[in-house]
């Protein structure tokens, strides 16, 4: 049963973000160097989050103060990769097939999603390590659905920051400064909902954290020049 709820919340977390890779990003090698160098910012990000914990000596046993400076870091990285992403697009439009209008939003696209990805692997890795047993039912005495609800929130927090990412640079090109305000903001208050999980009120931070989620997708897939009349194109096989 162990082995089972393993593969089960593995595949929960990671299996859309695996079919998105696979489908979108495998495809050309450039897109893979991009999301291994946005993960690589993420890493970069999280080292000094956690440089600043260590070094805050009276604060380290408040999880809000960490968890606030990490969402902080992130966003500044992004913005980072932004900078080097837009003074090497010459040269990445000419090994792309995308075309030059849409290079970067492909680019953002990209971006994100190796955000998300790097998130959600340190997120989950050490829970999916104790739900494979022996006969863990939760950590610490906790609910038997600890783990399924730590999947789904990893496979949300991927799918924020795919999005997030692609609003994050669109917002840049555009001075756009409601929508950069959103991607900050909706980052630090899902983060920070995550907090009342230690009371075991799962509900409020899924339901906050997917509300988020439909929202953020819908102004991401506007950014991009989606329409609705389009969407069944997608299940469509050409």
């Known amino acids: 049963m162990t082995v089972m709820e393993f593969f089960g919340c593995a595949f929960l977390a990671f299996g859309p973000p695996l079919a998105m890779f696979t489908f979108t990003v495998a495809v050309e090698p450039i897109r ?46 992004r913005y980072l990769l932004y900078w080097v992403l837009r003074k ?3 040269g990445l439009e000419k090994v792309t097939t995308a075309h030059v209008a849409d290079s970067r939003h492909v680019f953002a696209y990209v971006c994100g999603l190796g955000f998300g990805v790097m998130s959600g ?10 739900a494979i047993g022996p006969g863990t039912m939760g950590l610490r005495r906790g609910t038997e659905y600890f783990f399924i609800i730590s999947a789904a929130t990893t496979l949300c927090f991927i799918l924020l920051h795919t999005f997030w990412g692609v609003i994050f640079f669109a917002a840049l090109d555009r001075r756009s400064k409601g929508h950069l305000g959103w991607v900050v903001g909706s ?22 954290a997917h509300s988020v989620l439909a929202v953020t997708a819908v102004l991401a897939f506007r950014i991009v020049g989606g329409k609705a009349a389009n ?5 469509v096989r050409k």
């Open 32 to 77: 893979i160097i991009i999301l291994i160098a946005s993960a690589f910012f993420w890493l970069i990000a999280l080292l000094l989050s956690s440089a600043l914990w260590y070094a805050v000596v009276p604060l380290q046993d408040e999880l809000a103060f960490g968890l606030v400076f990490s969402v902080l870091f992130q966003e500044a990285f």
């Open 88 to 90: 090497a697009e010459r």
């Open 121 to 130: 692997a340190f997120a989950l890795v050490n829970v999916l390590a104790d």
């Open 187 to 208: 980052h630090l208050f899902v983060s920070c909902m995550t907090l009342v999980n230690r009371s075991e009120i799962y509900a409020v931070s899924l339901i906050s």
């Open 231 to 235: 969407i069944p194109q997608c299940f």
